[in-house]
């Protein structure tokens, strides 16, 4: 037995310890007591002071690829001391499987952003969201919406269930966006973010600033947020509420998300009865969400919902296969469920299931049991309850006891089945196990307005599905109504929730100053061809303007039989006028955007690497034999890659016709090297 450390909070760049011993933590499975907790006396205004001068700024100097190569080292470098946090992970009552989901689960999650964040957002300090707004006819005048990082700092209040995970997922989308963080973790398990804190200070990747940690109460922190800080909560609703509209995050408007209670459901569909293989899936997950951290997941099922002429061999398969969730020491091979993580969590489990009693039935587990030998820890069986009349059972939608329960209920009718899911007034997940596309369209769509994310369970997805519990990077988790209305989570989404959208009003050139990128009206240059220009020499708004070309009936014809393109509309000039689109034989799209290219390509060897596709592409007017085409090819957007000698760059090709009409628009997409001239040296 180790003895028991007084955990610190990392505030301004330092490691403090609060002015008194504190509260004690025991070991959720042995009793044993791991820590004391206390951050009495700590200077609060200070750490949010020291975020925004000294964080923010240094976050803000990166760009967004620096920033997601700074979060992928952070994820490699927590990821080679996994062990130590799964040390650590046991005393919550975790078993190693648990563990995986909060400790690498997390670590995943921040390597995930990082991978996304490099291919999904540009290496700039500033995003564009939606194209540019024109605002005059002769572009003189025009608008960009631009998000730019808060210049505050996120604070975030997690809960006791996911120590790591709750902690990676929230700062990994602030860090990215720019902005510092101050993580406040749940007192029981927070010997165990801690841990991993300590872990990321040693590493050295962030810069100063960017990340603190609060062990122990918050005191007058959330007096001092202003309108530039995020405050995001993850636990109880009445908690929620009560941050929600403290005077300080009312009078700023400061933004605030939360995460709270969730009864989420699982649907058995009418088509997958026993025998199915949707059947047998149902049963697994439900046992599987009711045992994994012991049921402590604000994802589990607590909510079981079966077509009537089921339930009883869904509840005698439930039974069945909950029987085997043994019970026992979280870092022995043989358990398959730890404790709870701790007395006073178990007796409120207890609680919540003496009022779900009122209405239900237990039909497995004994909640006052015991098993021999693990009296100290805060161990609880899992239980099953049933009722049968849910409509008029409120307390099953109202009630969540966090921990290895659920209840089992039947319904009459898909349409009643979604009214049942929907008596939870808004849940972070719910589930349907169907193999029935026309099951599966009617209760997703009666479902989602309730909740902020749904699965569909059936034999093809099974052996990829993550399955009902597991909240993913790329995916929202959040949920409306009781589940708190707030979002997290969802890839880029979870970024742009700490960065201020702006409507930016000017002349086009200006607005290309401002974002980095070329619209139509901005300034451009014509000097030597682009394409012999390397990232080096490169400039918005540098561009070309080809010569032009006709085209002609032989062109058209044969592109259509070299390619099998015989469409009507460019073979058959009867055809082709009857069409309400065209007056004659057209030319095909593509060919246009061939010959395009074959205008502004300079074909030599050169700085343009390669090309890897076209965004955008639209075909505005129809082409007819004898038309003249010309492009403007203007450098849109440069992009360089931290890690390569090259980066992307984006073109605005525009088509016309003789008479100026637009025939097509598109961007190309180049790869070119950051410098040539050096390297045709070096190849010589």
Known sequence: ?????????????????????????????????????????????????????????????????????????????????????????????????????????????????????????????????????????????????????????????????????????????????????????????????????????????????????????????????????????????????????????????????????????????????????????????????????AGQKCTAIRRVMVPAAHIDAVQDALVARLAGATLGLPAAESTRMGPLASRDQRDEVRARIRELQAVARIVAGDPDAVPAGLEAGAYLAPVLLRTDDPLNASAVHDCEAFGPVATLMPYEGTEQAVALAAMGKGSLVSSLFTNDPTVAQEVVLGLAPHHGRVLIGNRVSAKSSTGHGSPLAALVHGGPGRAGGGEELGGMRAVKHYMQRTAVQGAPTLLSAVTGRWSEGAEARSDIHPFRKSLAELRIGDQIVTAARAVTQEDVEHFAHFTGDTFYAHMDSQAARANPFFDDRVAHGYLIASFAAGLFVDPAPGPVLANYGVDNLRFLAPVYFGDTLQVRLTCKEINPRANAEYGEVRWDCQVTKQDGTVAAQYDVLTMVAKTWGQRAQAAE
Request: with cysteine.
């Open 1 to 293: 037995m180790t003895a028991p450390r007084r955990l610190e909070s990392l505030i301004g760049g330092r490691w403090v310890r609060g002015d008194r011993e504190g509260q004690p933590l025991l070991d959720a499975a042995t009793g044993e007591l791991v820590a004391y907790i206390d951050a009495t006396g700590l200077d609060m205004a200070h750490a949010l002071d020291w975020g925004r001068r000294t964080g923010g700024p240094a976050l803000r100097a990166m760009s967004f690829h620096e920033r997601a190569a700074m979060l992928k080292a952070l994820g490699l470098a927590l990821m080679a001391r996994k062990e130590e946090f799964y040390t650590e992970s046991y005393r919550t009552g975790a078993t190693r499987a648990d563990g995986w989901v909060d400790i690498e689960g997390g670590i995943g999650t921040m390597l995930t952003l990082a991978s996304k964040g490099r291919r999904e957002l540009p290496n700039t300090r500033v995003l564009t969201d939606g194209d540019v707004e024109p605002l005059s006819r002769d572009h003189s005048f025009s608008a960009q919406h631009i998000l730019t990082p808060l210049q505050g700092v996120a604070v975030h209040i997690n809960a006791y269930n996911f120590p790591v995970w709750g902690m990676l997922e929230k700062i990994a989308p602030a860090l990215l966006a720019g902005m510092p963080c101050i993580v406040k973790p749940a007192s029981q398990t927070a010997y165990l973010t801690e841990t991993v804190v300590r872990a990321i200070h040693e590493t050295g990747i962030l810069p100063q600033g960017a990340l603190q940690l609060i062990c122990g109460s918050v005191g007058d922190l959330l007096d001092h947020v202003t309108g530039q800080d995020v405050v995001t909560f993850t636990g109880s609703a009445w908690t929620g509420r009560k941050l929600r509209t403290h005077k300080a995050i009312v009078e700023n408007s400061t933004r605030f998300t939360m995460e709270a209670d969730s009864l989420n459901a699982s649907i058995l569909g009418p088509d997958a009865g026993p025998g199915t293989p949707e059947f047998d899936l149902f049963v697994r997950e439900v046992a599987r969400e009711m045992t994994t951290k």
